[in-house]
């Protein structure tokens, strides 16, 4: 398995920018896909992006689209997600999962692996 610890959450104005990062050990970082997902008080837990084993290939949902950008440093067996022109509504918890299978076009949302989560609030 793969054990998964985010960092960078905060305290952000609206229109603000946050980088959130998630450090991966326990396996070869190349061998997992890796995603974000975020989960807000009373909702259910949501999709948010993400990106292929090699880094060639990302997915968003579309709030965040123009808005979010998933990368990778196989290197350094980190994620990060860069969250730019921040709304109040992107407030939530923010959770880096991984998958052993790579991602495609009509499966991308299934994760194996989670880690603890990192609080972003946006304030108004």
């Known amino acids: 398995q793969v054990q998964l610890v985010e960092s960078g959450g905060g305290l952000v104005q609206a229109g603000g920018s946050v980088r959130l990062s998630c450090i991966a050990s326990?396996?070869?970082?190349?061998?997992?896909?890796m995603g974000w997902f975020r989960q807000a008080p009373g909702k259910e837990r949501e999709f948010v992006a993400a990106?292929?084993?090699?880094?060639?290939?990302?997915y968003y949902t579309n709030s965040v689209k123009g808005r979010f950008a998933i990368s990778r440093d196989n290197a350094k067996n980190t994620v990060y997600l860069q969250m730019n022109s921040l709304k109040p509504e992107d407030t939530a918890v923010y959770y880096c999962?991984?998958?052993?299978?790579?991602?495609?076009?009509?499966?991308?949302?299934?994760?194996?692996?989670w880690g603890q989560g990192t609080q972003v609030t946006v304030s108004s």
């Open positions: 999962a991984a998958r052993s299978k790579n991602l495609y076009y009509n499966d991308y949302v299934r994760f194996d692996y």
């Open positions: 326990g396996r070869t970082f190349s061998s997992y896909a």
């Open positions: 990106i292929s084993r090699s880094g060639g290939n990302t």
